[in-house]
Nanobody
Framework: QVRLAESGGGLVQAGDSLRLFCAAS????????VAWFRQPPGKEREFVAAISQHSEDSNYGDSVKGRFTISRDNAKNTVYLQMNSLKPEDTALYSC??????????????????WGQGTQVTVSS
């Protein structure tokens, strides 16, 4: 069973960039599609981006298209989320999730069986 650990969050100013990391262990990482979700304070969890097992397909939420990029390095068991032009509304707890059987076009959280603990991103105006 895969285990996930996020890192890279922090406090930044509007317009800054940040790179999040999702490190996997405990299983063959290339068997899993991986997604990033976020949950702002007091709001529901929101799909951010997803990538297929060998990077052949990816998908983005409307609010981050053109600003965020998801990528992965299976040799390093890591998925990245590069976040540019950050806005205060990007403030949230960012979590990565993995599943063997889903595909990036499916954006519902219940499609993913394995979750990390999350990393906080705070964007000040």
């Amino acid at each position: 069973q895969v285990r996930l650990a996020e890192s890279g969050g922090g406090l930044v100013q509007a317009g800054d960039s940040l790179r999040l990391f999702c490190a996997a262990s405990g299983a063959t990482f290339s068997d899993y599609s991986v997604a990033w979700f976020r949950q702002p304070p007091g709001k529901e969890r929101e799909f951010v981006a997803a990538i297929s097992q060998h990077s052949e397909d990816s998908n983005y939420g409307d609010s981050v298209k053109g600003r965020f990029t998801i990528s992965r390095d299976n040799a390093k068991n890591t998925v990245y989320l590069q976040m540019n032009s950050l806005k205060p509304e990007d403030t949230a707890l960012y979590s990565c999730a993995a599943d063997k059987w889903t595909i990036p076009s499916r954006t519902e959280p219940h499609r993913y069986d394995h979750w990390g603990q999350g990393t906080q991103v705070t964007v000040s105006s």
